[in-house]
């Protein structure tokens, strides 16, 4: 069987950037495959050029044809910036586009699959709020049962609840073989949902791998955040038997088991350390992001922060 996705040494360059800098990769019919790296990577540049948008060199497939000669009723395409009429309801939206194909699934159920109902079905789409507007682009791109959907930061601007949904609606449609190829900045939907995950960094492809043996390999070990306004000199004196760093406001102690937590609370209470919370982590995908980018996270862990924090002292390990 043919694959889903090829990208054969794909190049694309606007002026003196190079967007993508020789990708190639296959994604498999049926798989959920999720692409991350740091703004400007070239993750939207390889959607364009996955779905024919672009033009670029080397080359690329669809369900093995040319991107710009597949049968547009294959594919689902929700873009980075996508804005429908405005003065549309979505559920004129949703007829409008399902109009487009000769089948296309009820507007209605599509809808309903989003979380977009009732009032909100009847409104103009310039008065939705934004993570509204986003469920009805989904929704779009989901209204001809595409059996292969590009999804690029789906979930930007949608609540904690509807995020879940999605995930729920994205995982059903995987499990009745759709393929999915999304892009995001949240490490925690791209673990949940993709069967492997690229990392692009810079234009290139740095890594590919299904998440579980990213994180094996690149995650490192387990962690205690402590949350501590205390001057890295005083954390110094603390005396830890770990290696410990710094990740914004957080001390990191590194290599610790659940169990020798209490003696990390003691040492630094010994110190006179103040701290207000301890984080215990096993690594995940947002550790392999870090490594393999050298970027740090900012606050909750699903948005990016251009900055990277210093290393304050190396303990010794005991
Ligand atoms: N139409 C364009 N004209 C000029 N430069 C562009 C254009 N589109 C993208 N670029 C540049 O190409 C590079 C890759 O952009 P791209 O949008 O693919 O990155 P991205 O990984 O999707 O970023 P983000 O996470 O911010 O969405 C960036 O340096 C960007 O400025």
Redesign the pocket.
């Known amino acids: 069987m043919t694959a889903a996705l090829v990208a054969d040494s794909v190049r694309?360059s606007?002026?003196d950037?190079?967007?993508?800098d020789g990708v190639s990769l296959s994604v498999d019919r049926g798989e959920v495959f999720g692409l991350v790296?740091?703004?400007?990577?070239?993750?939207?540049?390889?959607?364009?050029a996955l779905t024919g948008t672009?033009a670029v060199e080397g080359s690329a497939s669809v369900l093995g044809e040319d991107p710009t000669e597949v049968d547009p009723a294959r594919i689902g395409l929700l873009p980075?910036s996508f804005a429908p009429a405005s003065r549309l309801t979505p559920r004129e939206l949703l007829a409008q586009y399902a109009g487009r194909y000769d089948a296309a699934r009820d507007p209605d159920a599509v809808l309903a699959d989003v979380g977009i109902d009732g009032g909100a079905a009847e409104q103009w789409y310039e008065e939705l709020s934004g993570g509204q507007k986003r469920r009805v682009c989904v929704a779009i791109a989901l209204v001809n049962d595409p059996e292969v959907l590009f999804l690029?930061?789906p979930t930007t601007g949608i609540d904690p609840a509807g995020r879940r949904a999605l995930w729920e609606l994205l995982e059903d449609l995987a499990a009745g073989g759709t393929t999915v190829f999304l892009?995001s900045?949240s490490m925690a939907e791209v673990e949940r949902l993709s069967d492997r995950v690229g990392f692009?960094n810079a234009?290139r492809l740095v890594t590919v791998g299904a998440p579980r043996e990213l994180v094996a390999t690149h995650g490192g070990q387990s962690r205690l955040l402590v949350a501590t306004d205390a001057d890295p000199s005083a954390l110094a004196d603390v005396g830890l038997a770990y290696e410990t760093s710094t990740r914004g406001d957080d001390l990191v102690v590194e290599g610790i088991g659940p169990r020798d937590i209490g003696a990390v609370v003691d040492a630094l209470d010994e110190a006179g350390v103040e701290f207000g919370s301890l984080t215990w982590k096993q690594p995940d995908l947002e550790d392999v992001y870090l490594e393999l980018t050298g970027e740090a996270f900012a606050g909750g862990g699903s948005e990016?922060d251009s900055g990277t924090a210093p290393a304050t002292r190396g303990g010794d390990a005991r």
Not at 17 to 20: E, K, N, R
Request: no cysteine; charged share 20%; net charge positive.
């Open positions: 694309k606007y002026g950037v190079t967007a993508l790296g740091p703004n400007g990577a070239g993750k939207t540049t390889l959607v364009r672009t980075q690029d930061e892009t900045h692009l234009g990016v």
